[in-house]
């Protein structure tokens, strides 16, 4: 199904059959642009791959997440939001999941994650059995700076009411993606300091450059 197109680019619900060429972008414009994943000195995009694979291709089966593509370039993928619907046993799950995990950056991203999807509390908040969870969005360093990755995330407001969810939360890396959804309607409803957040020898565990200072959890009543 197309949701639109402007300026020569296409946004539409992505399916399973696009996952290999997501994941070439992923690896040449997300990993390289994401605060944590570009300053912790890995090649995050190697690691826990198939942790990474199931969770993408649970989300992409739903029928929640959406691709960017520049007609202009033979459909090239220009931006994503890989997005899924989420209930409060997924937060449990993903807190059990978070002990088991290796002391690697993929590893330790998901637990900082984790953490503020509990501090956020989100669901007894909302009053809600069942949120839109925006895992990741990601827009070409060509595209950037243009009003796509907006766009992507407008689209996905408007998909997830057409879908019943009552409630969208993004957990935001980056400066850049907080003040985007915040001037889009999103409320911040938890946030923590990278260099407050230390391991057992009082250590900073995340060091992006600033602005990237802060994870911030953003929600928005749809």
């Known amino acids: 199904m197309t949701f639109n197109t402007k300026d020569g680019v296409t946004i539409r619900i992505m399916v399973l059959e696009d996952y290999e060429k997501l994941k070439l972008f992923?690896?040449?414009e997300y990993f390289n642009a994401e605060p944590l994943c570009q300053?912790?000195?890995e090649a995050v995009h190697l690691q826990n791959e198939k942790e990474n694979d199931a969770i993408n291709l649970s989300m992409i089966e739903q029928g929640t997440s959406l691709l960017a593509l520049d007609e202009n370039d033979d459909g090239r993928i220009v931006g994503f939001v890989l997005a899924g619907a989420e209930a409060p046993e997924d937060v449990e799950r993903n807190a059990q999941t978070a002990k088991t995990l290796s002391d690697n950056a993929?590893?330790?991203?998901?637990?900082i994650l984790t953490k503020a999807e509990r501090k956020a509390n989100i669901f007894e908040?909302?009053?809600v059995s069942k949120v839109l969870y925006s895992h990741i969005t990601s827009v070409a360093a060509?595209?950037?700076?243009?009003g796509l990755?907006?766009?992507?995330?407008?689209?996905?407001?408007?998909?997830?009411?057409s879908q019943g969810l009552p409630v969208m939360v993004a957990y935001c890396t980056s400066f850049y993606s907080a003040r985007q959804k915040k001037a889009l309607g999103m409320e911040c409803i938890y946030s923590l300091d990278y260099a407050d957040y230390k391991d057992d020898q009082g250590r900073e565990i995340f060091a992006p450059a600033a602005p990237n200072t802060t994870l911030r959890v953003m929600a928005i009543k749809l």
């Open 26 to 28: 992923m690896k040449e």
């Open 39 to 41: 300053s912790c000195g």
């Open 106 to 111: 993929w590893g330790r991203i998901f637990v």
């Open 125 to 127: 908040r909302y009053g």
């Open 142 to 146: 060509s595209k950037r700076g243009k």
């Open 149 to 161: 990755g907006s766009r992507l995330t407008t689209t996905l407001m408007d998909l997830g009411r």
